[in-house]
C-alpha cells in the first residue's frame, strides 16, 4: 500500500501523464464544401438588342446568391472591347463577385477575401424546349475581393447566334442566358464537430440499411 506521502506525488504523475496523452492525440480536420446556385435571364426581342448593341455594351443580370456572395453576370452581345474590330464578333459573358456587407459594418473597411468558383453559362432559345444552343464553362477560378470578375469569356459568335435565331423562325426572337455557379471553400473543423458529423452520418447511413 503507498505511503500518504507518496499520493499526492502519484497523482501528479498520473495528471502529467494525462496531458501528455492528450497532447499526443491532438487532431484537427479541414472539409470541402460546395454550394451551387442557378440563375436566368431572359432578353426579349434579342434581334433588335443585338443591332442596337455597340461592341463593349453590356446586359447585366441581376445579383443572385451563392455560397453567401452576390453573383452579377456581365452579358456582351457585341464582346466586351469596344475599341477591337475583332472582338465585336463574339458574344461574350463576364461574372463578377460582389460580397454584400450589413449597412452599419459598410463604414469600416472590407478585409480582401478570395472565394473559389466554378461556372457554366449558356444560352436557350425561344421555342427550343430549353435545350442549350451555346455554352461555355469557366473554373474552378480564385476571385480576388469583391467586384473582382472571372474575366471575359465567348459562348458564342455574332453570326452563330444569329444564324441560330434564323433558324428556329416563328418561334419567337428571345434568348434566355443561364448560368450555374458551384462556389468551393475549404473549412477548420474542431475534433467535437468532426465526431458529431461522423456520427450524424453513421445514422444515417444506419437508417438506409
Same mark, same amino acid.
Given at each position: ?12 504523475? !498520473?495528471?502529467? #501523464? ?5 497532447? =499526443?492525440?491532438?487532431?484537427? /480536420?479541414?472539409? $470541402?464544401?460546395?454550394?451551387? %446556385? ?68 459598410? !463604414?469600416?473597411? #472590407? ?5 473559389? =468558383?466554378?461556372?457554366?453559362? /449558356?444560352?436557350? $432559345?425561344?421555342?427550343?424546349? %430549353? ?79
Amino acid at each position: 500500500m503507498a505511503s500518504s506521502s507518496s499520493l499526492p506525488a502519484t497523482l501528479r504523475m !498520473l495528471r502529467a #501523464a494525462w496531458r501528455g496523452a492528450q497532447e =499526443a492525440v491532438s487532431f484537427s /480536420s479541414t472539409r $470541402l464544401r460546395q454550394h451551387t %446556385g442557378t440563375h436566368q435571364h431572359r432578353i426579349d426581342r434579342y434581334s433588335a438588342a443585338d443591332a442596337a448593341a455597340l461592341a463593349g455594351q453590356r446586359i447585366e443580370t441581376a445579383p443572385f446568391r451563392v455560397g453567401g456572395h452576390e453573383w452579377p453576370l456581365h452579358f456582351y452581345p457585341r464582346g466586351v472591347l469596344a475599341a477591337s474590330d475583332d472582338n465585336a464578333g463574339r458574344v461574350s459573358v463576364d461574372l463578377i463577385v460582389w460580397s454584400r456587407r450589413d449597412p452599419w459594418w459598410s !463604414l469600416i473597411p #472590407a478585409t480582401p477575401s478570395d472565394v473559389t =468558383a466554378a461556372y457554366r453559362v /449558356s444560352i436557350a $432559345l425561344d421555342g427550343d424546349g %430549353g435545350n442549350r444552343a451555346f455554352c461555355t464553362a469557366v473554373g474552378p477560378h480564385r476571385f480576388r475581393g469583391s467586384l473582382s470578375s472571372s474575366g471575359a469569356m465567348d459562348v458564342a459568335t455574332v453570326g452563330e447566334l444569329r444564324a441560330a435565331l434564323r433558324r428556329g423562325e416563328g418561334a419567337g426572337d428571345g434568348i434566355v442566358v443561364r448560368c450555374d455557379v458551384t462556389v468551393t471553400s475549404l473549412e477548420k473543423e474542431s475534433r467535437i464537430m468532426w465526431c458529431i458529423r461522423q456520427l450524424v452520418s453513421k445514422i444515417n447511413l444506419d437508417s438506409i440499411r
